[in-house]
């Protein structure tokens, strides 16, 4: 059983105030909960994580105590109704962790031979998770968030990710700021009237903008472009979905 | 003001069972309000749309009067109130449209002659939503979903496509039966171990198969494909998400 005073804790994760309060974060469920532990144990790891807290139910606890051995003094046994009540999902699923926050050093040698991500105010945790997804799956290590992002923490955001939050890096910066510090980089960005993404020359390395949902890239952001690109499109759509013109750029910058 | 008949009945229409029943579904929010009443003035619109009620804000109806003019019979002015009670949305946004089910004939001709896509079992209505919106975007004219899928009449669905519902048909079949009913056509689909999308050969007329979130595609339909493709991966990420894999698989037969 959590005290109140636990239970109150918990729940006020939710919430990027007291995340960041706290510095730390919520990851839910049996599929990333095993994925964690192992990462946690796991010296190839792309980076090293720390966890808080581990609250299981009795049964999932019962069933991962392999996994669990180095994390005893961290285990919490709560019921469904405890679950329910520090869960952010609709259907609590096992179990939730508590993580430390990242503190990452920008790691400026990598991102000068990669491809970056850097995200321009998007605003849906659910699409950022997805955007982190993506990265995770074509390779990309790192993605820079603007300051008025959504927060990588945010419980929706995790979900989203399916566990890329443990391979990718996310950074909150300014990205004009940002954009200067590595002028050396091609920097591309999906505009109306920009050239075919599939007949312009794209560079392995580069920094690639993602524009809000709704307003595109900013004015301040579409002056750091060094190519304008557009998505060809044969109907009649305004526009995509963020996370959907990121899976298609990305795709396209790997498929040299 | 509304009956309280008429709110218990709008807000049955939030679940599927009684969209069926009344055989109609809602639209919510100025954008799309407007995109609406524009396409059922449109001759040259995709298809015809059958408007049953609309259901403003008093300022949202007097600043729309010439979009309004041919459905002054069926505009109902409500309260902020009122629109709370029957909206889907978090923030409800000034008016709510009822239309009519749309009943297509198969169109079997434009069908052998364009891309086609088959959804088997897509689970999340805002997955469906953003696929259809893809396929409007890369002037894919028709949908078919498996009788599994999520609700296409749903309205997160429909909030989702930003439109492309009013351009993009969509069916409701068995999709096993519907291959082997254009059996001339090739079709695709992304599986673990598949060919190098990139690298294989896309025909221009195809049926392009998208599985499930979790489980992919089924086996069933596994057995229909007559190419395994695979969206190649640079990370360590197990799977993408439904709608992003959509958009990059669309993207590479667009690109032909």
Same mark, same amino acid.
């Given at each position: 059983?959590?005290?109140?005073?636990?239970?109150?804790?918990?729940?006020?994760?939710?919430?990027?105030?007291?995340? &960041?309060?706290?510095?730390?974060?919520?990851?839910?469920?049996?599929?990333?909960? @095993?994925?964690?532990?192992?990462?946690?144990?796991?010296?190839?790891?792309?980076?090293? #994580?720390?966890?808080?807290?581990?609250?299981?139910?009795?049964?999932? @606890?019962?069933?991962?105590?392999?996994?669990?051995?180095?994390?005893?003094?961290?285990?919490?046994?709560?019921?469904?109704?405890?679950?329910?009540?520090?869960?952010?999902?609709?259907?609590?699923?096992?179990?939730?962790?508590?993580?430390?926050?990242?503190?990452?050093?920008?790691?400026?040698?990598? #991102?000068?031979?990669?491809?970056?991500?850097?995200?321009?105010?998007?605003?849906?945790?659910?699409?950022?998770?997805?955007?982190?997804?993506?990265?995770?799956?074509?390779?990309?290590?790192?993605? #820079?968030?603007?300051?008025?992002?959504?927060?990588?923490?945010?419980?929706?955001?995790? &979900?989203?990710?399916?566990?890329?939050?443990?391979?990718?890096? *996310?950074?909150?910066?300014?990205?004009?700021?940002?954009?200067?510090?590595?002028?050396?980089?091609?920097?591309?960005?999906?505009?109306?009237?920009?050239?075919?993404?599939? &007949? *312009?020359?794209?560079?392995?390395?580069?920094?690639?903008?993602?524009?809000?949902?709704?307003?595109?890239?900013?004015?301040?952001?579409? &002056?750091?472009?060094?190519?304008? #690109?557009?998505?060809?499109?044969?109907?009649?759509?305004?526009?995509?979905?963020?996370?959907?013109?990121?899976?298609?750029?990305?795709?396209?910058?790997?498929?040299?």
């Amino acid at each position: 059983m959590l005290s109140k005073a636990k239970v109150k804790y918990l729940n006020s994760l939710k919430s990027k105030k007291f995340r &960041q309060k706290y510095n730390n974060f919520v990851a839910e469920g049996d599929k990333i909960a @095993i994925e964690i532990l192992k990462n946690a144990q796991n010296p190839n790891a792309a980076f090293s #994580i720390e966890i808080e807290a581990i609250y299981g139910l009795s049964d999932w @606890i019962k069933n991962h105590q392999d996994l669990l051995q180095p994390f005893q003094a961290i285990i919490a046994e709560v019921d469904n109704a405890t679950l329910k009540k520090i869960s952010s999902l609709q259907t609590p699923n096992q179990v939730l962790i508590v993580l430390k926050q990242f503190d990452f050093d920008l790691p400026t040698a990598q #991102i000068q031979t990669n491809l970056t991500l850097l995200l321009d105010e998007i605003q849906d945790p659910g699409n950022l998770g997805t955007i982190m997804r993506i990265a995770d799956w074509f390779g990309i290590p790192n993605v #820079i968030c603007s300051t008025n992002c959504a927060d990588a923490y945010n419980p929706k955001t995790i &979900q989203a990710t399916m566990g890329a939050f443990l391979r990718v890096r *996310t950074f909150r910066l300014n990205l004009t700021e940002f954009c200067r510090n590595f002028s050396a980089l091609p920097v591309y960005g999906a505009v109306l009237g920009g050239e075919n993404l599939f &007949q *312009t020359k794209l560079n392995k390395n580069a920094l690639i903008v993602i524009g809000n949902e709704g307003k595109g890239i900013s004015p301040d952001m579409i &002056q750091q472009l060094t190519h304008r #690109i557009e998505i060809p499109a044969n109907g009649q759509a305004e526009s995509l979905n963020a996370a959907i013109a990121t899976g298609i750029i990305c795709a396209a910058f790997r498929n040299l």
